[in-house]
């Protein structure tokens, strides 16, 4: 048997901006402590953690491996809950990709790697920016289409007529808190669903506007450390999303179960269920409090090292979720 080549990479959470990045607004997303870790090695048969690979339930992994000529076998693990926004998507897409380049000999650099795990995300949801694969390729902070980051610039993206300028931003030490409503709700039909609002509807595309505008206020407040008003951005961005129709009422339960404790909370990622997170100094508490309305919470640390090599699998829950 051949040897196996193992990687990981972190999950994400979007602090300010998800939604509107798609079109092309800036966002601020910063990698969690949670990773997934994939092993790759030749095999005669295509298999996903011992079982045979059905590509056409793994868009992922259909993508990843379009060039490849010979089958292989692949394992995941993972702690990073599934389709609930913490990027579970683009970590799988990350890692992959970086297991398969190892294979292959190569030692690619972050662009590369972002193309593969955009491209493996378009073919899974559709539609999107490549927000979450440049937090889960980079790591750290990751500031899209900031005005004054250019100094940090890792690359240019562009798509159907949007452009997204990335560049790594630092990341204050703060403490977040990631609340789990339990509720899977994939990212494409969430995006679609503000595509077919923004598509027939001014005030829609002005929300999107507005999102934009209290981004760059927030990057501006995390910038200088102020909790405080990075808090309040995080509060007027929940409000707006949820008038673009993503929050749900599990969402807005766990945001208000951390709002008396928290600078700010909002939902994070794609919403429709998913998680939410809250900035505050006072983490059990909050954690406790989304536990008492039912949630899952997670203490997060934020600014995690990106995609890298690992030398073996860690322990932890099989990754086997088709992300379609
Ligand atoms: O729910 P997630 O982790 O897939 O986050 C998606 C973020 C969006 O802005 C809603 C979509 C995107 O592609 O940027």
Known sequence: MTEWHTASAPGKFVILGEHSVVYGKPAVVLAADRRIT??????????????????SRQPHFRYLTRNLRHAVEFVTRSDIPAGAGLGSSAALAASVALALESMAGNDPDERKLVDEAYGAELAAQG???PMDASACVHGGGIGVNIPGTENRKLWRISRNGRVWNVSDVDVPKMTFVIGNTGIRAPTGPQVDKVRRYASRSNFATEMIEEIGNVTLSGYEAL???DVETLG??????????????????ELNKLVNAALPFSYGAKLTGSGGG???VALTDDPHRVASAIEARGGTAYIMNAGSEGARLETSLPDGPV??????
């Open 232 to 249: 309040r951005m995080m509060i007027t961005d929940h409000k707006l999303l949820s008038i673009l129709g993503v929050s749900c009422k």
């Open 223 to 225: 910038r200088k450390g």
């Open 274 to 276: 998913g998680c939410m």
């Open 38 to 55: 994939c092993g790759v090695r030749r095999g005669r048969r295509n298999l996903l953690n011992g079982e045979p690979m059905e590509f």
């Open 319 to 324: 990754f086997n979720v088709p992300v379609i």
């Open 127 to 129: 539609n999107g920016s």
